[in-house]
Protein backbone atom coordinates (compact mmCIF):
# COMPACT_ATOMS: atom_id res chain seq x y z
CA UNK A 1 0.00 0.00 0.00
CA UNK A 2 1.28 3.01 -1.39
CA UNK A 3 1.04 5.82 1.71
CA UNK A 4 3.21 8.59 0.29
CA UNK A 5 3.15 9.82 -3.22
CA UNK A 6 5.31 12.01 -5.15
CA UNK A 7 4.99 14.25 -7.88
CA UNK A 8 6.18 15.05 -10.83
CA UNK A 9 7.80 12.11 -12.07
CA UNK A 10 10.33 13.55 -13.87
CA UNK A 11 11.21 17.90 -13.75
CA UNK A 12 13.37 20.04 -15.95
CA UNK A 13 14.32 23.26 -15.36
CA UNK A 14 17.06 25.91 -16.58
CA UNK A 15 20.31 26.77 -14.44
CA UNK A 16 19.11 29.07 -11.68
CA UNK A 17 15.48 28.03 -11.73
CA UNK A 18 13.85 26.74 -8.48
CA UNK A 19 12.56 23.59 -9.11
CA UNK A 20 9.47 22.16 -6.33
CA UNK A 21 9.21 18.07 -5.65
CA UNK A 22 5.64 17.20 -3.74
CA UNK A 23 4.84 14.61 -1.70
CA UNK A 24 1.29 13.94 0.16
CA UNK A 25 0.74 11.24 2.58
CA UNK A 26 -2.25 9.84 4.02
CA UNK A 27 -1.32 8.19 8.05
CA UNK A 28 -1.12 11.18 10.13
CA UNK A 29 0.84 8.66 13.01
CA UNK A 30 3.89 10.04 10.27
CA UNK A 31 6.18 11.80 12.37
CA UNK A 32 9.50 12.19 10.81
CA UNK A 33 9.94 13.37 6.83
CA UNK A 34 13.54 13.05 5.12
CA UNK A 35 14.44 13.91 1.61
CA UNK A 36 17.03 11.50 -0.31
CA UNK A 37 19.40 12.60 -3.45
CA UNK A 38 20.25 9.49 -5.47
CA UNK A 39 22.53 9.78 -8.71
CA UNK A 40 22.91 7.05 -10.37
CA UNK A 41 24.82 4.07 -9.71
CA UNK A 42 24.78 5.21 -6.06
CA UNK A 43 22.54 5.21 -2.96
CA UNK A 44 20.59 7.61 -1.26
CA UNK A 45 21.89 10.23 0.79
CA UNK A 46 20.13 12.07 3.39
CA UNK A 47 19.80 15.68 2.05
CA UNK A 48 17.18 17.44 4.98
CA UNK A 49 14.66 16.28 6.69
CA UNK A 50 11.97 18.01 8.92
CA UNK A 51 9.32 16.65 11.67
CA UNK A 52 5.83 17.67 11.96
CA UNK A 53 6.35 20.33 14.70
CA UNK A 54 7.76 22.43 12.00
CA UNK A 55 6.74 24.17 8.72
CA UNK A 56 9.80 24.80 7.34
CA UNK A 57 13.74 23.92 6.97
CA UNK A 58 16.15 25.28 5.44
CA UNK A 59 20.00 23.93 4.77
CA UNK A 60 21.58 25.65 2.17
CA UNK A 61 20.05 25.65 -0.82
CA UNK A 62 17.56 23.21 0.07
CA UNK A 63 13.87 23.91 1.89
CA UNK A 64 11.38 21.61 3.05
CA UNK A 65 7.65 23.62 3.05
CA UNK A 66 5.51 21.35 5.78
CA UNK A 67 1.82 21.76 5.75
CA UNK A 68 0.37 19.33 8.49
CA UNK A 69 -3.12 20.04 8.07
CA UNK A 70 -2.80 19.27 4.20
CA UNK A 71 -0.78 16.70 4.61
CA UNK A 72 1.21 17.54 2.52
CA UNK A 73 5.11 18.77 1.88
CA UNK A 74 7.47 19.73 -0.59
CA UNK A 75 11.39 20.30 -1.49
CA UNK A 76 12.51 23.48 -3.37
CA UNK A 77 15.91 23.92 -4.58
CA UNK A 78 17.40 27.48 -4.43
CA UNK A 79 19.52 28.86 -7.79
CA UNK A 80 19.94 24.90 -9.32
CA UNK A 81 22.99 23.66 -11.05
CA UNK A 82 23.00 21.27 -13.11
CA UNK A 83 25.32 19.38 -10.54
CA UNK A 84 21.69 18.83 -8.90
CA UNK A 85 20.97 16.93 -11.70
CA UNK A 86 19.69 13.27 -9.76
CA UNK A 87 16.46 11.67 -8.59
CA UNK A 88 14.99 12.60 -5.44
CA UNK A 89 12.60 10.84 -3.05
CA UNK A 90 10.78 11.82 0.09
CA UNK A 91 9.95 9.18 2.91
CA UNK A 92 7.89 9.09 5.71
CA UNK A 93 8.68 7.58 8.81
CA UNK A 94 6.09 5.52 11.31
CA UNK A 95 8.36 5.69 14.43
CA UNK A 96 8.61 1.98 14.33
CA UNK A 97 11.31 2.22 11.55
CA UNK A 98 8.79 1.52 8.69
CA UNK A 99 10.11 4.07 6.35
CA UNK A 100 7.73 4.70 3.03
CA UNK A 101 9.50 5.94 -0.07
CA UNK A 102 7.68 7.86 -3.08
CA UNK A 103 8.24 6.77 -5.87
CA UNK A 104 10.62 9.06 -6.91
CA UNK A 105 11.28 12.44 -9.25
CA UNK A 106 14.24 12.89 -11.86
CA UNK A 107 15.46 16.42 -11.62
CA UNK A 108 17.57 17.89 -14.44
CA UNK A 109 18.40 20.95 -14.38
CA UNK A 110 19.91 22.66 -18.06
CA UNK A 111 22.92 24.79 -18.34
CA UNK B 1 35.78 5.12 5.08
CA UNK B 2 33.24 5.28 7.80
CA UNK B 3 30.01 5.22 5.69
CA UNK B 4 28.14 2.30 5.25
CA UNK B 5 29.90 -0.48 2.96
CA UNK B 6 27.92 -3.09 0.68
CA UNK B 7 29.49 -5.41 -1.07
CA UNK B 8 29.49 -6.98 -3.29
CA UNK B 9 28.67 -3.70 -6.29
CA UNK B 10 27.47 -6.54 -8.28
CA UNK B 11 26.40 -9.83 -8.44
CA UNK B 12 25.53 -12.09 -10.83
CA UNK B 13 23.36 -15.43 -10.42
CA UNK B 14 22.08 -17.74 -12.61
CA UNK B 15 18.85 -19.07 -11.49
CA UNK B 16 18.82 -21.62 -8.65
CA UNK B 17 21.63 -20.37 -7.41
CA UNK B 18 21.65 -18.55 -3.62
CA UNK B 19 22.54 -14.89 -3.52
CA UNK B 20 24.40 -13.55 -0.39
CA UNK B 21 24.87 -9.57 -0.14
CA UNK B 22 26.78 -8.14 2.65
CA UNK B 23 26.39 -4.72 4.32
CA UNK B 24 28.64 -3.08 6.83
CA UNK B 25 26.87 -0.39 9.25
CA UNK B 26 28.32 2.84 9.87
CA UNK B 27 30.64 2.87 12.72
CA UNK B 28 28.69 3.36 15.79
CA UNK B 29 25.35 2.40 14.22
CA UNK B 30 23.71 -0.86 15.79
CA UNK B 31 20.78 -0.61 13.69
CA UNK B 32 20.51 -1.77 10.01
CA UNK B 33 17.93 -2.00 7.42
CA UNK B 34 17.55 -3.51 4.11
CA UNK B 35 15.74 -2.17 1.22
CA UNK B 36 15.27 -3.17 -2.39
CA UNK B 37 14.88 -0.86 -5.20
CA UNK B 38 13.57 -1.71 -9.26
CA UNK B 39 14.66 0.21 -11.86
CA UNK B 40 12.35 3.92 -11.82
CA UNK B 41 10.95 3.00 -9.12
CA UNK B 42 11.41 3.94 -4.48
CA UNK B 43 13.08 2.08 -2.09
CA UNK B 44 10.29 -0.72 -0.83
CA UNK B 45 11.37 -2.11 2.96
CA UNK B 46 12.36 -5.27 3.25
CA UNK B 47 13.81 -6.01 7.14
CA UNK B 48 15.06 -4.07 10.16
CA UNK B 49 17.75 -5.91 12.41
CA UNK B 50 19.42 -4.83 15.34
CA UNK B 51 22.40 -7.22 16.31
CA UNK B 52 21.52 -10.75 16.63
CA UNK B 53 17.82 -9.57 16.50
CA UNK B 54 15.47 -9.49 13.57
CA UNK B 55 13.23 -6.38 14.79
CA UNK B 56 10.89 -6.15 11.45
CA UNK B 57 10.49 -8.18 9.21
CA UNK B 58 7.23 -7.22 7.25
CA UNK B 59 8.44 -6.59 4.28
CA UNK B 60 10.90 -9.72 3.54
CA UNK B 61 8.74 -12.46 0.95
CA UNK B 62 8.14 -15.47 3.33
CA UNK B 63 10.37 -17.95 1.03
CA UNK B 64 13.79 -18.22 -0.61
CA UNK B 65 14.72 -14.40 1.60
CA UNK B 66 16.28 -14.46 4.97
CA UNK B 67 18.33 -11.82 6.66
CA UNK B 68 21.07 -12.43 9.91
CA UNK B 69 22.81 -9.64 11.50
CA UNK B 70 25.64 -11.29 13.56
CA UNK B 71 26.98 -9.92 17.20
CA UNK B 72 30.19 -10.12 14.76
CA UNK B 73 30.60 -8.72 11.20
CA UNK B 74 28.35 -7.67 8.41
CA UNK B 75 24.68 -8.21 8.39
CA UNK B 76 23.64 -10.49 5.11
CA UNK B 77 20.94 -11.04 3.34
CA UNK B 78 20.50 -13.95 1.51
CA UNK B 79 18.39 -15.15 -1.27
CA UNK B 80 17.94 -18.93 -1.43
CA UNK B 81 16.86 -20.12 -5.24
CA UNK B 82 16.60 -17.15 -6.87
CA UNK B 83 14.64 -16.01 -9.94
CA UNK B 84 14.69 -13.74 -12.65
CA UNK B 85 12.28 -11.51 -10.43
CA UNK B 86 15.02 -11.37 -7.56
CA UNK B 87 17.27 -9.01 -9.80
CA UNK B 88 17.08 -5.77 -8.49
CA UNK B 89 19.39 -3.22 -6.47
CA UNK B 90 19.09 -3.97 -2.69
CA UNK B 91 20.33 -1.54 -0.55
CA UNK B 92 21.42 -1.40 3.26
CA UNK B 93 20.95 1.17 5.39
CA UNK B 94 21.76 1.93 9.41
CA UNK B 95 21.16 4.32 11.85
CA UNK B 96 22.48 5.14 15.32
CA UNK B 97 18.91 4.36 17.16
CA UNK B 98 15.74 3.05 16.42
CA UNK B 99 12.49 5.18 15.76
CA UNK B 100 12.60 7.84 13.38
CA UNK B 101 16.26 8.54 12.99
CA UNK B 102 18.07 9.11 9.95
CA UNK B 103 18.83 6.63 7.83
CA UNK B 104 22.03 6.37 6.34
CA UNK B 105 22.64 4.15 2.86
CA UNK B 106 25.18 2.17 1.19
CA UNK B 107 25.65 2.28 -2.48
CA UNK B 108 24.00 -1.13 -2.56
CA UNK B 109 24.17 -4.76 -4.76
CA UNK B 110 22.89 -4.82 -8.08
CA UNK B 111 21.76 -8.17 -8.73
CA UNK B 112 21.36 -9.58 -12.01
CA UNK B 113 19.96 -13.26 -12.56
CA UNK B 114 20.56 -15.01 -15.74
Known amino acids: QQQVKQSPQSLIVQKGGIPIINCAYENTAFDYFPWYQQFPGKGPALLIAIRPDVSEKKEGRFTISFNKSAKQFSLHIMDSQPGDSATYFCAASLGNNDMRFGAGTRLTVKP | NAGVMQNPRHLVRRRGQEARLRCSPM?????VYWYRQLPEEGLKFMVY????????ESGMPKERFSAEFPKEGPSILRIQQVVRGDSAAYFC????????????FGDGTRLSIL
Open chain 2, 93 to 104: ASSASGGSQPQH
Open chain 2, 27 to 31: KGHSH
Open chain 2, 49 to 56: LQKENIID
